[in-house]
Structures are given as structure tokens and as C-alpha cells.
């Protein structure tokens, strides 16, 4: 029989210590069939902040949305002709998000192709890459400043491209199979290009797989007790690699970056050690300011975990836990709602209902629209017990999560 463990929560109503973070920003919405946009109003209850438009509607973006391949479909057109975009679906996509009150985070970019060995069709690095940014301009002069009978809804986040890094072999790639030096040049010039023209937005990248090789606590570099023969070693030394690359790109050529983006499926002790290690890396480079954003994460991703208790209750912790952390933005990867499959936890695809996960992100949203957390501290046994609480300076609410196993 488990020993009881004790804690003590305390909360001072009147100690305010700074705003309570988006950590309850979700991946791609949940898109039913082609426009079917009935269960936003989910998003909307749960006050959720962001939402990242990457795989947005499945395979090629269903050949519909976001995808630059989608919405500039010959890349031969000329760009500056609004009659050479189809925004058609991707407006629609958009308008509902703002109903709901959800502002997208665009990824300019492609959609994953995870069946690229048979066939790779979008994944190829841009054959002029001026033109590329120009076209990326275009689109958010589209959706930020009306261009093309466009709209003007202020979108902050613009993400360069998606897991450039994924593979050390181009060819093996499902994301760019182009060398990660053509990445970091596209990222110059499409960066320094749209931050000109619209100051005011947020860009960034590189959208890194991640640092499961890096040491804990020290700036990213790889961990040294790593067999050889681990995984995360194989592949995650190539990703700290390309990020070093990728920073030292930035800084040699000025380039801009609001924010670093980076990705992690790990559990959550390990997820917290590798966003430690990113912001180690990027205070030592001077980069304070640079928004640290985990914009694809879910704890241990698979079949068997997706939709259980324990990984219900590891989302609540993450969430509450990064509150606490350097990170600026948390977002689960991601809110469909989808038969067998391990990156959608948020809703019952049997009855398209909210799952446990979902009310993770709900009660976190009880903060977030409070605004501004107050001081908060747990003292005890309880390893895996963490809390936060926020006021409007009308109420307080608190989260108390416990991600212990039940036995």
C-alpha cells in the first residue's frame, strides 16, 4: 500500500507576481471533414489563446489550407498578381478562429509528408527563394492589411518553415529535403524581408525537433552518458547541431528572430531539462529577449498512453509547471479530434466530446482570462504535486495538479 504524502498550498490573493502565460495554446484546430468548423466553440470555452497552423486539415493541408503550396499554387505566377492566390478556404479557416476569439499562429511553410519515401511533392527547398519571401509577404499583407480583399485581424506569429532538421540525410527527410545551410538562408531572407515591411509582427523558427540529447543543465550540447546505440542520441545530436547552426546564422547575418521555436515527447521532467538547456543556450548568446515557444509537445506520444489518466494528468502538469518555467508559449500538439490517433488527446472521436486533456487547458483558462497570477507555493512529500492561481483583482482561481501515479 502507497504511504500518504502530505502538502501544504498557500496562496497570498494580494502578492501579485507578473501575467499568468499562454500555456494552453493548442496545435491545429479541430477541422471536421472539409469546413466543418461546429466544435470551435470549444477553443472559445477554454479561452484558448493560439492556435499553430501546421498540418492544418490533415495530408498537404488538404490540398486547401495554409500551406504556401495552397494558397500560391504556381509558383511560376507572378506574385504581385492578387489573381495568382487562392485564399478561399484558408479565409474561412481564419474568420472562424477569430469568432472564437482564437488567434492563429501561421507556419509559412509546408504540411508534413510522412509518406515522402514513396513520393516527395512539396518538401523540396523553394527554386527562388526571394520569390518565396515576396509571396510570404503577400500573405500577410492579405491577412494583416487588407491586401487582395483581405482583412486586417493583427496576427502576431509568423513561423518560418517547420523541422528542417529532421533528418541529417535530406533525402530521408518528410519536412526539407534540402541542406539545413539552405533552411537557415531561406530563414534570412524571408525574416529580413517581412520585418521590414511589417514591423510590428513576430517572426521567427527554426520549428527544432528538439533536444533529447541535450545535458541537463547546461546550454544544448550532447548529453555524454547517451549510449551511442540511444535514439535520442542518433538523432537528437543532428538537431543540437542545425540549432547551433541555425543561432549562429541569426547572429552573423542579423537576422531577425523574435522568438525560438523548438518541439518536444518527452515526459515532462525530461521536457523541462531540454527547455532549460535552449534558454541556457540563448542567454549565453545575449539573445534575453528571444521568445522561447514549445510549439509541438505532447508527454510520450503514443497509441497507449493517448487518452489515459496518467497522460491527462501530465498535460495538466506541463501546463501549470510552465507557467513557472523560461517559456513564453506552450502548444499542445494538437486539438483534432481523430479515430487512433497518439497526437490528439483533447476529444473523444467516438462522440467528438472533450476529453480529459481538454479540461486541463479549460481550468488553465480560468487563469489565463483572470490575468495576472499571484504567489503561489507548495510545500511537502508530493513530488508530482504543482500549483498556480491568478486574479483579475475581482476573484482568484487556483489549478492544483497531482500527476503521480494512482498507485
Given at each position: 500500500?502507497?504511504?500518504?504524502?502530505?502538502?501544504?498550498?498557500?496562496?497570498?490573493?494580494?502578492?501579485?507576481?507578473?501575467?499568468?502565460?499562454?500555456?494552453?495554446?493548442?496545435?491545429?484546430?479541430?477541422?471536421?471533414?472539409?469546413?466543418?468548423?461546429?466544435?470551435?466553440?470549444?477553443?472559445?470555452?477554454?479561452?484558448?489563446?493560439?492556435?499553430?497552423?501546421?498540418?492544418?486539415?490533415?495530408?498537404?493541408?488538404?490540398?486547401?489550407?495554409?500551406?504556401?503550396?495552397?494558397?500560391?499554387?504556381?509558383?511560376?505566377?507572378?506574385?504581385?498578381?492578387?489573381?495568382?492566390?487562392?485564399?478561399?478556404?484558408?479565409?474561412?479557416?481564419?474568420?472562424?478562429?477569430?469568432?472564437?476569439?482564437?488567434?492563429?499562429?501561421?507556419?509559412?511553410?509546408?504540411?508534413?509528408?510522412?509518406?515522402?519515401?514513396?513520393?516527395?511533392?512539396?518538401?523540396?527547398?523553394?527554386?527562388?527563394?526571394?520569390?518565396?519571401?515576396?509571396?510570404?509577404?503577400?500573405?500577410?499583407?492579405?491577412?494583416?492589411?487588407?491586401?487582395?480583399?483581405?482583412?486586417?485581424?493583427?496576427?502576431?506569429?509568423?513561423?518560418?518553415?517547420?523541422?528542417?532538421?529532421?533528418?541529417?540525410?535530406?533525402?530521408?527527410?518528410?519536412?526539407?529535403?534540402?541542406?539545413?545551410?539552405?533552411?537557415?538562408?531561406?530563414?534570412?531572407?524571408?525574416?529580413?524581408?517581412?520585418?521590414?515591411?511589417?514591423?510590428?509582427?513576430?517572426?521567427?523558427?527554426?520549428?527544432?525537433?528538439?533536444?533529447?540529447?541535450?545535458?541537463?543543465?547546461?546550454?544544448?550540447?550532447?548529453?555524454?552518458?547517451?549510449?551511442?546505440?540511444?535514439?535520442?542520441?542518433?538523432?537528437?545530436?543532428?538537431?543540437?547541431?542545425?540549432?547551433?547552426?541555425?543561432?549562429?546564422?541569426?547572429?552573423?547575418?542579423?537576422?531577425?528572430?523574435?522568438?525560438?521555436?523548438?518541439?518536444?515527447?518527452?515526459?515532462?521532467?525530461?521536457?523541462?531539462?531540454?527547455?532549460?538547456?535552449?534558454?541556457?543556450?540563448?542567454?549565453?548568446?545575449?539573445?534575453?529577449?528571444?521568445?522561447?515557444?514549445?510549439?509541438?509537445?505532447?508527454?510520450?506520444?503514443?497509441?497507449?498512453?493517448?487518452?489515459?489518466?496518467?497522460?491527462?494528468?501530465?498535460?495538466?502538469?506541463?501546463?501549470?509547471?510552465?507557467?513557472?518555467s523560461p517559456l513564453d508559449m506552450l502548444m499542445l500538439y494538437d486539438a483534432r479530434c481523430a479515430v487512433r490517433n497518439a497526437y490528439a488527446p483533447l476529444f473523444n472521436p467516438m462522440t467528438a466530446r472533450p476529453d480529459g486533456a481538454y479540461w486541463a487547458l479549460f481550468y488553465f483558462g480560468e487563469l489565463y482570462r483572470r490575468g495576472q497570477e499571484v504567489f503561489t507555493s507548495v510545500e511537502g512529500d508530493c513530488a508530482r504535486l504543482c500549483a498556480a492561481a491568478a486574479t483579475d483583482g475581482a476573484d482568484?482561481?487556483?489549478?492544483?495538479?497531482?500527476?503521480?501515479?494512482?498507485?
Amino acid at each position: 500500500m502507497a504511504m500518504e504524502q502530505l502538502a501544504t498550498i498557500s496562496f497570498d490573493i494580494g502578492r501579485t507576481i507578473g501575467r499568468i502565460k499562454p500555456m494552453h495554446a493548442v496545435g491545429q484546430p479541430p477541422i471536421q471533414g472539409w469546413n466543418d468548423f461546429s466544435m470551435f466553440h470549444f477553443l472559445k470555452e477554454a479561452h484558448i489563446p493560439y492556435s499553430r497552423l501546421h498540418d492544418t486539415g490533415g495530408a498537404f493541408g488538404k490540398n486547401i489550407y495554409v500551406d504556401i503550396p495552397n494558397l500560391f499554387r504556381d509558383f511560376d505566377a507572378d506574385e504581385n498578381d492578387p489573381a495568382s492566390y487562392d485564399f478561399s478556404f484558408t479565409d474561412l479557416l481564419l474568420a472562424e478562429l477569430a469568432a472564437n476569439g482564437v488567434e492563429p499562429f501561421m507556419r509559412l511553410g509546408v504540411t508534413i509528408e510522412n509518406k515522402s519515401d514513396i513520393r516527395k511533392y512539396r518538401i523540396y527547398p523553394p527554386k527562388d527563394f526571394e520569390k518565396w519571401a515576396r509571396i510570404c509577404e503577400h500573405v500577410v499583407a492579405h491577412y494583416n492589411d487588407g491586401w487582395a480583399n483581405g482583412f486586417r485581424y493583427g496576427i502576431t506569429y509568423w513561423e518560418i518553415w517547420n523541422e528542417a532538421d529532421d533528418r541529417a540525410n535530406p533525402e530521408e527527410s518528410f519536412m526539407w529535403c534540402g541542406s539545413f545551410s539552405e533552411y537557415c538562408r531561406l530563414y534570412e531572407i524571408t525574416s529580413k524581408l517581412l520585418k521590414e515591411r511589417f514591423p510590428s509582427i513576430k517572426v521567427g523558427g527554426p520549428a527544432s525537433c528538439g533536444f533529447y540529447a541535450a545535458e541537463p543543465g547546461k546550454p544544448i550540447r550532447v548529453n555524454p552518458a547517451l549510449p551511442d546505440d540511444d535514439w535520442r542520441k542518433t538523432y537528437g545530436t543532428h538537431f543540437i547541431d542545425c540549432a547551433h547552426q541555425f543561432l549562429d546564422h541569426v547572429r552573423d547575418t542579423a537576422s531577425p528572430m523574435d522568438f525560438f521555436s523548438f518541439h518536444s515527447y518527452s515526459s515532462p521532467d525530461l521536457l523541462f531539462q531540454q527547455t532549460e538547456s535552449i534558454a541556457l543556450e540563448l542567454e549565453r548568446r545575449g539573445l534575453n529577449d528571444v521568445e522561447l515557444i514549445l510549439d509541438e509537445w505532447l508527454p510520450d506520444a503514443c497509441l497507449e498512453r493517448v487518452h489515459t489518466e496518467q497522460q491527462n494528468a501530465e498535460i495538466a502538469s506541463v501546463i501549470v509547471r510552465g507557467q513557472h518555467s523560461p517559456l513564453d508559449m506552450l502548444m499542445l500538439y494538437d486539438a483534432r479530434c481523430a479515430v487512433r490517433n497518439a497526437y490528439a488527446p483533447l476529444f473523444n472521436p467516438m462522440t467528438a466530446r472533450p476529453d480529459g486533456a481538454y479540461w486541463a487547458l479549460f481550468y488553465f483558462g480560468e487563469l489565463y482570462r483572470r490575468g495576472q497570477e499571484v504567489f503561489t507555493s507548495v510545500e511537502g512529500d508530493c513530488a508530482r504535486l504543482c500549483a498556480a492561481a491568478a486574479t483579475d483583482g475581482a476573484d482568484c482561481a487556483l489549478m492544483v495538479v497531482n500527476s503521480g501515479s494512482p498507485s
